[in-house]
């Protein structure tokens, strides 16, 4: 029994619930900072309140993939959290703008993200479930392209609605310009019609046909590798040590940063420490009392039984996130202040640069759309892996190309590279990591898959804006050269991944004389 190979136009219906997820992430990302400032935040503390979206995403996503593998009903295996996190969200993008204090904006951005994750974790496990292994590549560059069209949508929204259809980008202090809430309200809307397309217009294999499938792939396999899944047993000895060790750490850290006084960001690293200790004493405690069925202590044992191919990987992730989050965190605040010289919110050429902005962040979004029908070409042409380093250094080239462009109207040329390092970052990691997943643990494992983009985006929200004080002057646009450099490290870490679909799956028969 084999997957049925999906014509041109199944996999857009299945992968169109991404152009509305995008919509959503692309507000975020390209008007949160603006509302923040709005609001009254000093750029120096963006950083902090943006931990919200990656702490997040560190909890809901491997529940909501533990919990995916396991569902099935009248709406299949997935697309259940499709349907429910599209309504959350979209009522998050109604509220945001609206938020008539600081407080209430970051916790909106807490809802939103969760929002978000419960409704995008399942769309990779997804693609995974339902395409042959030979058509993955197309499904996430699929995706891709969903991704930069409705993020293209998404950025380009308030600028739009100022320069085409005259509604003010600018307010009193301390309100969200009509221009950013309309865009919102806007872009709720297309979110829900996007996913619920998905929703309706496709079906899911059901538990019997993925267990079959997976004892096919597995009959591939040499002897030696049919394994239905990474042994996840790790020992109650092993859950303690590590628990007391790491929670010990984080306690010291506590210690240290408030005896020397250190910046209170760092007190989220410290926590971060402690939290993943305290993460394995409660294991323990399950593993002791014979929980083997009990979810959480499943999805600690799965992230210490990770495949090779993961960990790996999950180098290349941080990096190239760290680039990301520092991108999308400081590019409003850098531009603003580097190219149009203003650093107040409620003055015209900050708002006019905040809207360029949002232009910039279409741009490469644009741009990602159109590579993410290179990029298969060029995978093809040489490896997913050396495809992925060729467009994660033209990423950073473009994030380092920036501080030495000093029109802003020539930016664009900067998000050219940012663009295909995008459309790949959202397509060759999960083409690579999908053929090296056990068919039932594919959410679970998508779902961790997601720490090694939270914690670079949690360290960034905490570390960034300590170095741009202490280094750099608390100037901006310096995070876009820290978050070109990532870009480069992760590059030259993509050759130590091992591809599964570049190793042969069986052995040829010796040759006989």
Known sequence: MTKARLNLFQIWNMCFGFFGIQIGFGLQNANVSRIFQ????????????????????????????????????????????????????????????????????????????????????????????????????????????????????????????????????????????????????????????????????TREYSPEQVEAFEAQRLAALPVEDRVAAPLADRPVRALLTGGVVWAVAGAIGVALILALKLEKELYVLAALVAGFGLCQLVAAGFKRKGGAQNGFLEVVEDLFAMPATMKQLAVVQFFSWFGLFAMWIYTTAAVTAFHYHASDPTSAAYNAGADWVGVLFAAYNGVAAIAALIIPFLARATS??????????????????????????????????????????????????????????????????????????????????????TFFGGQAIYALVLGAGAFFIAAISVFAVTDPDEVPKTLPAPARA
């Open 38 to 201: 709005t609001l009254g935040a000093d750029v120096n503390d963006l950083a902090i309140l943006w931990i919200a979206a990656p702490a997040t995403g560190l909890l809901i996503q491997p529940i909501i993939g533990h919990f995916s593998d396991k569902t099935w009903g009248r709406l299949g295996r997935r697309r259940p959290y499709f349907f429910w996190g599209a309504i959350l969200t979209s009522a998050a993008l109604l509220v945001m703008p609206n938020a008539p204090v600081l407080w209430i904006a970051a916790a909106t951005l807490w809802v939103m993200d969760a929002s978000i994750n419960i409704t995008m974790e399942p769309f990779r496990a997804f693609v995974g479930d339902q395409l042959p292994e030979e058509q993955r590549t197309t499904g996430y560059a699929m995706q891709s392209f969903f991704i930069g069209t409705g993020a293209v949508l998404a950025s380009a929204l308030p600028w739009m609605l100022t320069n085409w259809f005259n509604v003010a980008n600018t307010a009193a202090p301390g309100h969200v310009p009509d221009a950013v809430r309309i865009a919102f309200y806007t872009g709720g809307a297309g979110l829900l019609l996007a996913v619920m397309w998905t929703v309706f217009t």
């Open 384 to 469: 997913r892996k050396t495809s992925h380093a060729i467009n994660l250094v033209l990423g950073g080239l473009g994030l380092l190309s920036i501080p030495f462009i000093k029109d802003p109207s020539l930016l664009w040329i900067s998000m050219i590279g940012v663009g295909f390092a995008w459309s790949s970052i959202l397509s060759a990691p999960y083409s690579i990591l999908a053929g090296a997943l056990p068919a039932r643990k594919m959410g679970v494992y998508m779902g961790i898959f997601n720490f090694f983009i939270v914690i670079p985006q949690l360290l960034a929200a905490t570390v960034l804006g300590l170095l741009l004080k």
